[in-house]
């Protein structure tokens, strides 16, 4: 394959002899570590994630990369091309907490992770997990059970092929000094006649656990209603549902996070949290465990496919597939400013000293590679 590097997008450009790509270029790799030459390569470069110059070949898309694009189109440059990321420990608490009682529950199912190694890498309080703690012990003392054979962490591998009509697009980009109407090449290239652009389109991600004909997706939210509202659910789940048709329905495992108080009285130790959380969801446990059913021992909402709209779901990805085409041929991640201050809400957003800046602090964030 030639050179397809847009060199004009990029000050650090530096060709190589056999005019492939660039020398900081790495292709995509697979599992098996085999070369996807279809993907969008990465940059060697320590400054970055994606290679800014690569425009024509797609980035593969995940649920969580869509709904950065969709949330505001420079938060997904900033995290998913130049792969910013903020240090675990500068999380937000609500995100650490989701981080260890995801762990803990996935260490319960029989995962082989360190709930130690969680807790030191993310620095999360003494509060936290206690709370987080109190709420597990409950767990296990309610004897909640779950149907036994279900995959931990199992790959959500969704193929789509976005195909483009010829006169929807007629991108061209500078390569040195010539300007290439990439129709031209892509069709010499394929020898092809039709005058349509397709390119495959992969979604990943994770099912928390999967059985053969449904999923469970654990959630600990402050908000649990987020998750139990089909059209806050409707993207994530519905991707899901569409990577497998043998998926007949999911079970939404949501669990209140504990909003106990400190004493304003005397100092609240993390042990007496602890007892204190563990006594509470004793004492009313579908309050924590949403749809908890004390006969089954089980807790969660079932949602069944036929509830999603999957044909929306797989438009969507399409046009948002060619949307950041465009994006990243025009180089416009243009910022969606009402999002700054409420990217979820009342949650500013994690990027927003960046924004208010320009410098990246290597304080707080850091370039990550995969
Ligand atoms: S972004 Fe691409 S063109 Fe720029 S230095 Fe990195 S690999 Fe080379
Ligand atoms: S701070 Fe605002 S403009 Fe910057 S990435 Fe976040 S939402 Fe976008």
Same mark, same amino acid.
């Given at each position: 394959?030639?050179?397809?590097?847009?060199?004009?997008k990029?000050?650090? $450009?530096?060709p #190589?002899?056999?005019?492939?790509?660039?020398?900081y270029?790495?292709?995509s790799?697979?599992?098996g $570590?085999?070369?996807?030459d279809?993907?969008c *390569?990465?940059?060697t470069?320590?400054? !970055?994630?994606?290679?800014?110059?690569?425009?024509t070949r797609p980035i593969?898309?995940?649920?969580s990369?869509?709904e950065?694009f969709?949330?505001?189109?420079?938060?997904?440059?900033?995290? =998913?091309i130049?792969?910013v990321?903020?240090?675990?420990e500068?999380?937000?608490?609500a995100?650490?907490?989701?981080? &260890?009682?995801?762990?803990?529950?996935?260490?319960?199912l029989?995962?082989?992770?360190?709930?130690?190694?969680v807790?030191e890498?993310?620095? +999360?309080?003494?509060?936290?997990v206690?709370?987080v703690r109190?709420l597990?012990?409950?767990?296990?003392e309610? *004897? +909640?059970?779950?149907?036994?054979?279900?995959e /931990?962490q199992a790959?959500?591998?969704?193929?789509?092929?976005?195909? &483009?009509g010829?006169?929807?697009f007629? @991108?061209?980009?500078?390569?040195?000094?010539?300007?290439?109407?990439?129709?031209a090449?892509?069709e010499?290239?394929?020898?092809q006649?039709?005058h349509?652009w397709?390119?495959? /389109? !992969?979604?990943?991600?994770?099912y928390? =656990?999967?059985?053969? #004909?449904?999923?469970?997706e654990?959630?600990l939210?402050s908000r649990?209603e987020?998750?139990?509202?089909?059209?806050?659910? !409707?993207s994530?789940? *519905? #991707?899901y549902? /569409?990577?497998?048709p043998?998926?007949e329905?999911?079970?939404m495992?949501?669990?209140q996070?504990p909003? /106990?108080?400190?004493?304003?009285?005397?100092e609240t130790t993390?042990?007496e949290m602890?007892?204190r959380?563990?006594?509470?969801v004793l004492?009313r446990?579908s309050?924590?465990?949403?749809g908890?059913?004390?006969?089954?021992?089980?807790y969660?909402?079932?949602?069944?496919?036929?509830e999603?709209?999957?044909e929306?779901?797989r438009? =969507?990805?399409e046009? +948002?597939a060619v949307d950041?085409?465009?994006?990243r041929?025009?180089?416009?991640?243009? @910022?969606d400013?009402k999002?700054?201050s409420?990217?979820?809400p *009342?949650i @500013?957003c994690?990027m927003?000293a960046i924004?208010? #800046?320009?410098?990246?602090?290597?304080?707080?964030y850091?370039?990550?590679?995969?």
């Amino acid at each position: 394959m030639r050179n397809l590097l847009d060199t004009s997008k990029c000050k650090y $450009f530096s060709p #190589t002899f056999d005019n492939r790509e660039c020398s900081y270029y790495k292709y995509s790799e697979g599992e098996g $570590f085999e070369q996807r030459d279809w993907e969008c *390569g990465f940059c060697t470069r320590p400054e !970055q994630k994606r290679c800014i110059a690569d425009i024509t070949r797609p980035i593969p898309l995940s649920h969580s990369s869509v709904e950065a694009f969709t949330s505001c189109h420079y938060y997904y440059y900033l995290t =998913r091309i130049i792969g910013v990321s903020v240090k675990n420990e500068f999380l937000g608490s609500a995100l650490k907490a989701g981080k &260890l009682w995801d762990t803990i529950k996935q260490v319960h199912l029989g995962a082989s992770i360190s709930i130690k190694k969680v807790i030191e890498d993310y620095q +999360i309080d003494p509060m936290t997990v206690a709370k987080v703690r109190g709420l597990y012990h409950a767990y296990k003392e309610l *004897g +909640i059970e779950v149907d036994e054979g279900g995959e /931990l962490q199992a790959k959500v591998d969704l193929k789509l092929n976005v195909k &483009l009509g010829k006169n929807d697009f007629m @991108p061209t980009v500078n390569v040195g000094k010539e300007a290439i109407n990439l129709w031209a090449i892509r069709e010499t290239q394929k020898e092809q006649d039709e005058h349509y652009w397709e390119f495959p /389109l !992969q979604v990943t991600g994770f099912y928390d =656990r999967k059985y053969p #004909t449904y999923f469970c997706e654990d959630k600990l939210s402050s908000r649990p209603e987020n998750y139990l509202d089909i059209f806050q659910i !409707q993207s994530q789940n *519905g #991707t899901y549902f /569409l990577a497998d048709p043998n998926l007949e329905y999911c079970i939404m495992e949501v669990v209140q996070f504990p909003q /106990l108080r400190e004493s304003k009285k005397k100092e609240t130790t993390p042990e007496e949290m602890y007892k204190r959380v563990f006594d509470d969801v004793l004492s009313r446990p579908s309050k924590y465990f949403i749809g908890w059913n004390k006969e089954t021992r089980r807790y969660g909402k079932k949602y069944y496919r036929n509830e999603f709209n999957l044909e929306m779901v797989r438009k =969507r990805y399409e046009q +948002i597939a060619v949307d950041m085409m465009s994006a990243r041929w025009t180089g416009n991640f243009y @910022p969606d400013w009402k999002r700054c201050s409420n990217k979820f809400p *009342g949650i @500013p957003c994690e990027m927003k000293a960046i924004c208010t #800046t320009g410098c990246i602090s290597e304080t707080m964030y850091e370039i990550k590679k995969n």
